[in-house]
């Protein structure tokens, strides 16, 4: 056991090594607008149709930087061992289950009418009746999508955006908002209808994250499970509007 004065002793110097290690509010609200900015451009690059395929994996790799810069990881923003999988597989499965039911019967039809017309997925009508494309689809469902877009939108965005008012529960709500109001526009291909049916249906993930505790397995889980069953309906020709 460590003598009194050692403890002490380490217990200073960790206090006063904490800060050479650590950057300041004030540091990191503006390395966050910088980030902020770049987040800007690849949208505006997407738009104008500069990135091929997707702009997540240009997202997820500038949240990796901002992570290492800040000295942290993807496991401080919820992506770590949990210590019950049949609980997280249970909610995460189930949470998808439910939001594919609201999605379809729902938000989309009420969405449909109001606007007028049904989300433009015309991208994925080549999934219908080819299995080679359908396995494509799943494949890109659990990685392009459930795990790339739960990293950058509930992971790295998020917790970035209510890092700049130190997390108060006021800032996690505009988090929330904003954060997954941008993650509607992210989906502009799909037209009005998809692109505020993604936004409630960010809204929803990222509320599961909180409410587990920002785990992320649990709205990766339901993300995955939402938009495999979103294949399969394009597959057999049976998803609305196709």
């Known amino acids: 056991m460590d003598r009194p004065e050692n403890a002490a002793a380490g217990e200073s110097a960790t206090k006063q090594a904490a800060p050479a290690s650590a950057m300041s509010l004030g540091q990191s609200n503006r390395l966050a607008l910088v980030e902020f900015v770049i987040v ?3 949208f505006i690059a997407d738009h104008r149709h500069l990135i091929p395929v997707s702009k997540t994996p240009f997202l997820l790799l500038l949240g990796w930087i901002s992570l290492r810069i800040r000295k942290r990881s993807w496991r401080d923003v919820g992506l770590s061992r949990n210590r019950s999988w049949t609980l997280t597989l249970a909610l995460g499965v189930g949470g998808g289950l439910l939001l594919e039911v609201f999605q379809l019967f729902v938000t989309q039809p009420l969405l449909a009418r109001l606007t007028g017309e049904q989300p433009d997925l015309s991208d994925f009508r080549l999934i219908t009746g080819n299995v080679k494309y359908a396995l494509i689809g799943v494949a890109l469902a659990w990685t392009l999508a459930a795990m790339g877009e739960e990293l950058v939108w509930r992971g790295y965005l998020m917790n970035r ?3 700049l008012r130190r997390g108060t529960r ?8 904003a954060v ?4 509607g526009l992210a989906h502009s291909n799909q037209g009005p209808t998809g692109i505020i049916e993604e936004g409630i249906a960010g809204a929803f993930l990222a509320g599961m994250y ?6 992320l397995a649990v709205p990766i889980l339901a993300h995955g499970t939402s938009d495999t069953l979103d ?4 597959f057999l020709g049976k ?4």
């Open 210 to 215: 909180l409410q587990t505790g920002k785990n």
């Open 239 to 242: 998803y609305p509007g196709t």
């Open 161 to 163: 955006v209510a890092d």
């Open 180 to 183: 997954n109001a941008l993650f």
């Open 170 to 177: 006021v800032a996690w709500f505009c988090s929330l908002l």
């Open 231 to 234: 294949v399969l309906l394009l």
């Open 40 to 42: 800007a451009l690849i």
